[in-house]
């Protein structure tokens, strides 16, 4: 059973690390390697509408956060990022935050939800999406600089809510 609650003061540490961990890895996030921090603390949970963390027994394997994807006239569609634990992936963690925006999302009014990057070589995400009802609508030609493979496609994925 996977626990997903909005993050708390004291979950700063461990979304720090999750984001440290997955940003240096180069392979999915556009984030610069040595984001600072605070930079990534104001990225990943102050800015966005809500932070969500992910784990089991209390121990945080996960994060997401869920924000609106533009402002004003494109208000009413959201944009969420997820990143999970290195030595957690593949354990339903990444479904389980999939799942769990969809609903939060209705909730705060939104009408459809979209991802603007995602590596074209996230193989495991993308399934995941498109399982989750998610479509690519749009591929965008060497939009990624990825660590080992250097530039390479990204995908625009889509659902309304």
């Not at 784990?55 to 569609?77: C, I, M």
């Not at 969809?102 to 909730?107: G, H, M, N, Y």
Request: with cysteine.
């Amino acid at each position: 059973m996977v626990d997903i609650r909005p993050a708390q003061a004291r979950d700063r540490e461990a979304v720090w690390h999750i984001f440290h961990d997955v940003v240096s890895e180069g392979t999915t996030y556009a984030y610069p390697s040595d984001t600072p921090r605070a930079e990534a603390l104001r990225l990943w949970v102050e800015a966005p509408r809500a932070c969500y963390v992910a784990g089991r027994d209390g121990e945080v394997l996960g994060t997401y956060y869920l924000k609106a994807n533009q402002p004003g006239r494109g208000g009413h569609v959201c944009n969420a990022g997820y990143m999970v634990r290195a030595n957690a992936r593949r354990q339903g963690i990444g479904r389980a935050m999939c799942a769990h925006p969809l609903d939060a999302a209705r909730r705060m009014g939104f009408a459809a939800m979209q991802y603007n990057l995602v590596v074209a070589t996230n193989e495991a995400a993308i399934r995941l999406w498109t399982d989750m009802g998610f479509e690519i609508v749009g591929t965008l030609p060497h939009a990624f600089d990825h660590a080992e493979r250097g530039r390479i496609d990204a995908h625009v994925m889509y659902r309304l809510l």
